[in-house]
């Protein structure tokens, strides 16, 4: 069993530090925001998590979860420190790691026993050895000679399983420079689910560029077929048939490859950005970043035209919207399309009709000062009276609608489906002028060359 603090009580590190104490270990949670260490202690999580509620509480009650504000009751005494801060763009979208320095700083003032140092945030390449050097002056500037040493570690944690994610990692990433550390960080991981093989040890400045490389890549997966979808609008072929193709092929696989409104959430965005500022930094153009970045906004505009040019004029139309966090089975709003289409069609005027299984208290902070918006209890509140539903987040429960019952609440029996959630066919066979992404409204004919000879 090992003594373990993190730093951050986040989807990180409140998640990690659960599943931490869920293998037997003794770990402290520390955040200097005493309101959220207080709600914590009375068994509140400050965010929605599948899971994450009862793991807490069975591991708060077993005594091997605690938290603290207090770096001083937190700090010594401890094996191993996580840092799980907030890494927010700045306005040139580089990473502010101001948030890490000072806890390490923190951190160092109250070290008085060797440790090891994980990064678990995800930083620009150089940032372990940023806190490194902020350690070691701190320490000097004690008098005091205590050894440490820093792993990269960084996470792989989705937001709607992170729980499981962390329990049952497909691979666990430790950048390190010693052996020692490798031993320590190789017991830790130990008891969770992944085969010895995909734990992957490298050097520190790799695993710190590897996160970023792969939220790049699924960016860039999301932005070409949103790319491709508007194409095949164009042509007349449709993307989701096109989507089976190309998932087909073991090379490319299928992960990654549905079109929609355009991506969101607190990690691909700014890393993409990140990564961007970085190789600005060191004078190397990412053109295909620019490119990932101008589609996603472009997708969500291009949405929203589709829905004003069938709706024109908005002003005094009534919408409902299904869904408002940036993915299912979270209730985080951050940079969620839902949110950019609201801000839109707001200010064109139109009445909006809300409901997310999740996120409503969130949102109701953002938005409740519209009078142009009704929070509603449910999606069949919402269609009362509407001139058009969007589905802007695919909840599972959204798949299980009666559209009769729907299509009867409705001014106006239109869908803008933002995820290809419905079947086009089975839409139209209920009534509703459906719209989606990828999909020429009209089927289009087989060609008579290919029609069977009498």
């Known amino acids: 069993m090992k003594k373990i603090t993190i730093i951050g009580t986040g989807y990180v590190g409140l998640v990690t530090g659960a599943c931490l104490a869920e293998k037997g270990n003794r770990v402290t949670c520390l955040d200097i925001d005493t309101e959220k260490v207080d709600s914590l202690k009375a068994g509140k999580i400050p965010f929605y998590e599948p899971g994450l509620e009862e793991l807490v509480q069975r591991n708060v009650a077993a005594g091997r979860l605690h938290f603290t504000g207090d770096y001083n009751e937190a700090i010594p005494g401890t094996d191993v420190c996580f840092l799980a801060l907030p890494t927010p763009c700045n306005e040139d979208g580089s990473c502010n790691t101001s948030y890490i320095l000072k806890a390490a700083t923190q951190l160092a003032e109250n070290l008085d026993n060797d440790l090891i140092v994980v ?28 050894r440490f040493e820093m792993v990269s570690n960084p996470e792989f944690l989705r937001e709607g399983s992170a729980v499981s994610d962390c329990m049952n990692p497909d691979r666990i990433l430790l950048g390190i420079h010693s052996q020692k550390a490798e031993l320590v960080m190789r017991e830790l991981y130990t008891p969770f689910s992944v085969d010895h093989d995909r734990i992957l040890v490298m050097d520190v400045f790799s695993a710190e560029l590897a996160k970023y490389a792969s939220n790049a890549m699924l960016a860039t997966r999301l932005s070409f077929m949103n790319n491709l979808a508007l194409f095949c609008e164009k042509v007349g072929a449709d993307i989701q048939q096109v989507r089976k193709a190309m998932g087909a092929d073991q090379r490319i696989g299928d992960k990654y490859l549905k079109a929609g409104i355009g991506f969101g959430g607190s990690c691909l965005p700014k890393d993409v950005k990140a990564l961007k500022a970085m190789g600005a930094l060191k004078s190397h153009s990412m053109p295909i970043l620019d490119s990932v970045l101008e589609i996603n906004q472009g997708q969500q505009e291009t949405f929203f035209q589709k829905i004003e040019g069938r709706l024109e004029p908005l002003e005094g139309k009534t919408i409902a919207i299904w869904g408002l966090s940036f993915k299912p089975d979270t209730d985080d709003l951050r940079e969620a399309p839902a949110l950019f289409l609201i801000e839109k069609l707001l200010n064109a005027g139109a009445s909006l009709r809300l409901f997310d299984p999740i996120a409503m208290p969130k949102a109701k902070l953002l938005l409740n000062q519209y009078d142009q918006v009704l929070f509603c209890e449910d999606e069949y509140e919402a269609a009362k009276e509407a001139d058009a539903i969007i589905l802007a987040t695919e909840w599972n429960q959204f798949q299980f609608i009666d559209f009769e019952k729907i299509g009867a609440l409705m001014q106006n029996k239109t869908l803008f489906d933002g995820r290809n959630q419905y079947q086009k066919s089975e839409m139209q066979k209920l009534g509703f002028d459906y719209f989606c992404i990828g999909t020429p409204k009209e089927a289009t004919p087989l060609s008579s060359a290919y029609a069977p000879t009498q």
């Not at 678990?120 to 000679?145: F, H, N, Y």
């Open 119 to 146: 990064n678990k945030s995800t930083v620009p390449v150089g940032t372990a050895e940023d806190v490194e050097r902020t350690i070691q002056s701190s320490l000097k500037t004690r008098g005091v000679e205590i």
